[in-house]
């Protein structure tokens, strides 16, 4: 019912930007929190930056000053602005949303939700 679908990753050499987008799609009721993780290999999942429907952010130490994260309530989309990419930065990167959604009874549910990932290389 509800879906977050990525685009934005890519290769890119130290020092580039990227930027990922993520729309989440279906029958949405509300969005609280978005966010984005990355998985390198051999590692854990981690929290890259996140973002409250009221617009406010954290972010990891590692990507302070380097990553902005934004998102637009109409639309339902969130993004994540990487400037200064390192190699370290290498991940699968994953949308995350914390949202209710209208089940086929007209009832709200709340469900935390991710989307496929999309890999972001960075060559030294």
């Known amino acids: 019912q509800v879906q977050l679908v990525e685009s934005g990753g890519g290769l890119v050499q130290a020092g580039g930007s990227l930027r990922l987008s993520c729309a989440a799609s279906?029958?949405?009721?509300?969005?609280?929190?978005m966010g984005w993780y990355r998985q390198a290999p051999g590692k854990q999942r981690e929290l890259v930056a996140a973002v409250t429907s009221g617009g406010s952010s954290n972010y990891a130490d590692s990507v302070k000053g380097r990553f902005t994260i934004s998102r637009d309530n109409a639309k339902n989309t969130v993004h994540l602005q990487m400037n200064s990419l390192k190699p370290e930065d290498t991940a699968v990167y994953y949308c995350?949303?914390?949202?209710?959604?209208?089940?086929?009874?007209?009832?709200?549910?709340?469900?935390?939700?991710w989307g496929q990932g999309t890999q972001v290389t960075v060559s030294s």
């Open positions: 995350n949303a914390d949202l209710r959604y209208l089940d086929d009874y007209g009832t709200t549910n709340r469900a935390n939700y």
């Open positions: 279906g029958n949405i009721f509300s969005i609280n929190d």
